[in-house]
C-alpha cells in the first residue's frame, strides 16, 4: 500500500507526480529543486543558495513523513555542471552525520527541470 506524501513547505509538484511516496517504511521522494514553496520562484543566486533551498525542501518532505536526514539510506544529486560538486557537496555534506551519511551518486546531467543547477532526490526508511 502507498501512502502520498505532500506539504506546503515543499514546492507542489509541476506535473503528474507526488513530492513523495511512503510504501511500508520506505520513503521514496521527488527530486527537490531550489523552488521557494511560499512564492513558487525560482532562487538561482549561486550554487550554495540554491543547494540549501534544495535541502531545505527535502527537509520538509522528510519530516511530513515523519522523519529527518538521519532515515535517508540513498540520494542522488543530478547536476548541470560538474564544476559545482565541490559547493554542493559541502552544502550537503552539512546536513548529515558523516558516520551514518546515505549512499549516494552524483551525476551531470545536460539540463534540469526550469534549468536548475541541481536536484536531489531521496529514499529514507523508518
Same mark, same amino acid.
Given at each position: 500500500?502507498?501512502?502520498?506524501?505532500?506539504?506546503?513547505?515543499?514546492?507542489?509538484?509541476?506535473?503528474?507526480?507526488?513530492?513523495?511516496?511512503?510504501?511500508? *517504511? &520506505?520513503?521514496? &521522494?521527488?527530486?527537490?529543486?531550489?523552488?521557494?514553496?511560499?512564492?513558487?520562484?525560482?532562487?538561482?543566486?549561486?550554487?550554495?543558495?540554491? &543547494?540549501?533551498?534544495?535541502?531545505? *525542501?527535502?527537509?520538509?518532505?522528510?519530516?511530513?513523513?515523519?522523519?529527518?536526514?538521519?532515515?535517508?539510506?540513498?540520494?542522488?544529486?543530478?547536476?548541470?555542471?560538474?564544476? *559545482?560538486?565541490?559547493?554542493?557537496?559541502?552544502?550537503?555534506?552539512?546536513?548529515?552525520?558523516?558516520?551514518?551519511?546515505?549512499?549516494?551518486?552524483?551525476?551531470?546531467?545536460?539540463?534540469?527541470?526550469?534549468?536548475?543547477?541541481?536536484?536531489?532526490?531521496?529514499?529514507?526508511?523508518?
Amino acid at each position: 500500500m502507498k501512502k502520498i506524501i505532500t506539504t506546503t513547505k515543499a514546492p507542489a509538484p509541476i506535473g503528474p507526480y507526488n513530492q513523495a511516496i511512503l510504501s511500508g *517504511n &520506505t520513503l521514496y &521522494t521527488s527530486g527537490q529543486v531550489a523552488i521557494n514553496p511560499a512564492t513558487g520562484e525560482l532562487v538561482l543566486d549561486d550554487i550554495k543558495t540554491e &543547494t540549501e533551498l534544495v535541502m531545505q *525542501n527535502l527537509k520538509a518532505v522528510l519530516e511530513e513523513a515523519d522523519m529527518t536526514f538521519e532515515n535517508v539510506v540513498k540520494t542522488t544529486i543530478f547536476l548541470s555542471d560538474m564544476n *559545482n560538486f565541490a559547493a554542493v557537496n559541502e552544502v550537503y555534506g552539512s546536513y548529515f552525520n558523516e558516520d551514518t551519511a546515505p549512499a549516494r551518486e552524483t551525476v551531470a546531467v545536460r539540463t534540469l527541470p526550469k534549468s536548475v543547477n541541481v536536484e536531489i532526490s531521496a529514499i529514507a526508511i523508518k
